[in-house]
């Protein structure tokens, strides 16, 4: 303590957060990546960044954007068209069943190209991206429903549906919002665009959304602001928007009955607008499904109590938080009670009628959390740089903790589901300022974690996060998520489908048709094979490549010199990448992760000639090795043989089979000795012909895979030890 200055505070800190070496953490988080269009994964309490999941960006380390695969995932981003490669993602939701996380998909938007992706939890892939056809930006997305039927995105700055040009005069009777209902097919863990629908909103710019649960189950409630209608225009002289959008006391939370809203679609109510079904306002009025409730001033987030009955709502120029009851909502409703109409004719709820409560939180509240302990809430306040816990069913603050500084979204654990967990809650800070070493004038985010445990917070750590600005992230408990460790060999990661380039050990292969190079390869420890490509100036060329290893974390990677291509290729996977041979000359290929001891040898050439270029006879590379060489290459293999068969002797001693990961690393194992007899008998052949040079080479090509052989074994060995395998028959 004294030699670090660190307080007795610090050391308590410091042990709720501390993992061991080998340790996991107890919850895992998904943060949006802000302007990186990424996921980051961390852990809690550790704050230990696992990884970064390219979703609306290029990510080279994955391959994401750089193999054929994923650059088609990439590409259902394109708007009509146009290339897009990045994304300003804002809210991570994680799937649920029941209304609790269920750890098999996540899903994030982008604020500034109103789009929508899907991840798989499997594999921590990005799968699919959904463009909103109708918005030109969202902000109230990714909310799901309590059983994941439906993602929810609502749109934010409103424009015409129409892709055509509308003057801003003709904004209130042109532009739109609309919240959209993403119809989500669990089975194929994708979206289907033409099952989902929008429902209509005035050109209010609609913010936040949360679904209702339990109680309030089948309805969702998103806010807005600006329901002024305001447009600026300083150029013109006129008052800038942040004036006009704020010169209201009171703007609108959206109730929309989506239960009732997809039965209207089913029943044909809905009037298709680019490809997709909307229920216009005018229907949604008739059929009473859309209802507006007055919201103190330019309110940001809405949240769901864990029961459903009641909503909070954070007013960003209010101090207070305005808890609504959903039993006096629908209780209006019900009565057909309303205030009034809005300009489009929509039912306006009174706001003093559907309160439960408004507490004084403190300055510029902007989004709310729940407890595993009943009625208690967080909330983050923007301007003071505090959370405040409270109580919503009483309506009093218990606590207040100051932190660093200006906080946006936070979050609890599972503290948007119907059974938080409690424990913890992460604040994202907006501003680091002086928390970190200066990196210059772009600073990090700052994730700070707070106990909570107790009556009173206790903050613990501060994680800088520089990729981007990550507004909110959600954790799940994680012996929830059940992701696997390899492919069914031959797979395309992307589809989840067996690739058409999926290729088998001993079946690589080139074949050539007119212009085209179409290569069939593998990877394993440690080539590529073919290890020479040939091809023409002008040739399209086309590399399939296949890891068929098997064991945890043996992930080869590809890349070929000049021409912009990389994969990561997974145990199993199989991944394509492809270029036009557009220049002559010398390319070197290689693998790019360490993989092994020969890792730097996993490599090969692309050889591009010139047209019409003419063969030239080659002169054999003379002979260096001598009988000498090869008898001391031959012990060495011999003495290798006995380390092996020891170790293969003390696992096949024990239950080996009732490991899954040892059974995967002999397979693998196996596979590598039996290129060991191939090679073998290579050097047989050459040694009967007395050409000392090939069996010397063959045979360091044997104790190459036995030494691959060996390694396997070994990791399989210390797995057995480590897990108390038990005598065999036992
Ligand atoms: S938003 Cu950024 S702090 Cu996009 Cu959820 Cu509130
Ligand atoms: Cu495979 Cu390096």
Redesign the pocket.
């Known amino acids: 303590m004294k030699a670090r200055g660190l307080t007795q505070q610090n050391l308590l800190a410091a042990a709720k957060t501390y993992v061991p070496t080998g340790g996991r953490d107890e919850f895992t988080a998904f943060a949006s990546g802000g302007q990186s269009g990424q996921i980051i994964v961390y852990g809690i309490p550790s704050m230990r960044i696992m990884k970064y999941i390219g979703v609306f960006t290029p990510e080279p380390w994955q391959g994401y954007g750089f193999d054929e695969e994923s650059k088609k995932v990439l590409r259902q981003g394109n708007i009509d068209g146009k290339e897009i490669n990045w994304g300003d993602t804002?809210?991570p939701a994680l799937s649920e069943t029941n209304g609790d996380y269920d750890g098999q998909f996540l899903f994030i938007n982008d604020?500034a190209n109103p789009r929508l992706a899907v991840i798989d939890l499997r594999d921590f892939e990005t799968k699919q991206i959904v463009v909103n056809p109708l918005y030109k930006s969202e902000?109230g997305g990714a909310f799901v429903t309590p059983n994941t039927d439906y993602v929810i995105e609502a749109s934010q700055y409103p424009a015409p549906y129409s892709k055509k040009f509308v003057p801003l005069e003709r904004f209130n009777e042109e532009y739109r919002g609309g919240v959209t209902y993403w119809k989500f097919d669990r089975k194929s863990g994708k979206i289907d665009p033409k099952q989902s629908f929008t429902v209509e909103l005035p050109p209010y710019s609609q913010d936040?959304s949360d679904a209702g649960k339990l109680v309030s189950d089948g309805w969702s409630f998103t806010n807005s602001f600006c329901t002024e209608r305001y447009v600026g225009g300083i150029e013109k002289g006129r008052p800038p928007y942040e004036a006009g959008c704020s010169a209201k006391d009171t703007d609108y939370l959206h109730m929309i009955n989506w239960k009732k809203a997809a039965e209207l679609v089913k029943q044909g109510k809905a009037k298709k607008i680019n490809g997709m079904d909307v229920i216009m306002m005018d229907t949604a009025v008739k059929e009473g499904i859309l209802f507006l409730i007055p919201e103190p001033k330019s309110p940001?987030?809405v949240d769901v109590t864990p029961d459903g009955k009641l909503i909070t709502v954070a007013g960003k120029l209010d101090s207070h938080v305005s808890v609504y009851s959903f039993d006096k909502i629908m209780a209006q409703i019900k009565a057909g009670k309303f205030e009034s109409k809005d300009p489009y004719g929509i039912p306006v709820l009174s706001m003093k009628d559907s309160l439960h409560t408004q507490v004084a939180l403190g300055l510029g509240p902007?989004?709310t959390q729940y407890d595993s302990k009943p009625c208690i809430a967080y909330t983050s306040l923007y301007v003071d740089s505090q959370v405040a816990k409270w109580n919503y069913c009483e309506g009093k603050v218990l606590d207040k903790l100051n932190i660093h500084y200006n906080i946006?979204?936070l979050m609890t654990m599972e503290g948007d589901t119907e059974h938080p967990k409690g424990h913890y809650l992460v604040a994202?800070n907006?501003l680091a300022i002086d928390r970190f070493i200066p990196v210059g004038p772009l600073h990090p985010q700052n994730h700070q974690l707070i106990d909570i445990s107790e009556d009173k917070m206790q903050l613990l750590y501060d994680m800088p996060l520089p990729l981007g600005?990550p507004?909110?992230v959600v954790a799940i408990k994680s012996t929830t998520l059940k992701p696997g460790i390899r492919y069914k060999v031959g797979t395309d990661s992307r589809t989840d489908e067996p690739s058409k380039g999926a290729t088998r050990a001993g079946e690589e292969r080139v074949v050539r048709k007119g212009k085209s190079v179409e290569v069939f390869g593998t990877e394993i420890r440690s080539h590529i094979t073919p290890e020479t490509i040939e091809a023409e100036v002008g040739d399209e060329v086309t590399i399939h490549l296949t890891n068929l290893e098997r064991a945890e974390d043996e992930t080869h990677g590809f890349t070929v010199d000049t021409y912009n291509v990389h994969a990561s290729v997974e145990p199993g996977k199989t991944v394509t990448v492809k270029f036009k041979a557009d220049r002559e000359g010398v390319f070197p290929f290689y693998c790019t992760e360490f993989c092994s001891a020969l890792h730097l040898e996993m490599e090969g050439y692309l050889l591009v000639k010139p047209k019409g270029y003419k063969e030239v006879k080659t002169v054999e590379a003379k002979a260096v090795y001598t009988k000498a060489d090869y008898d001391k290459q031959v012990k060495t293999n011999v003495d290798t043989q006995a380390v092996i068969d020891s170790v293969v002797g003390y696992i096949t001693s024990v239950n080996y089979k009732d490991f899954p990961p040892v059974v995967a690393l002999v397979d693998d194992a196996t596979d590598q000795l039996n290129r060991a007899k191939e090679a073998k008998a290579k050097m047989e052949d050459a040694a009967k012909k007395s050409d000392w040079q090939n069996a010397t080479l063959w045979a360091g090509q044997w104790w190459q895979y036995q030494v691959k052989a060996a390694d396997i074994g070994l990791r399989a060995k210390t797995y057995l030890e480590e897990h108390g395998a038990k005598k065999a028959g036992k």
Do not use: F, S, T
């Open positions: 804002h809210h604020k902000h936040l940001h987030g902007l989004h946006g979204h994202l907006k600005e507004h909110y």
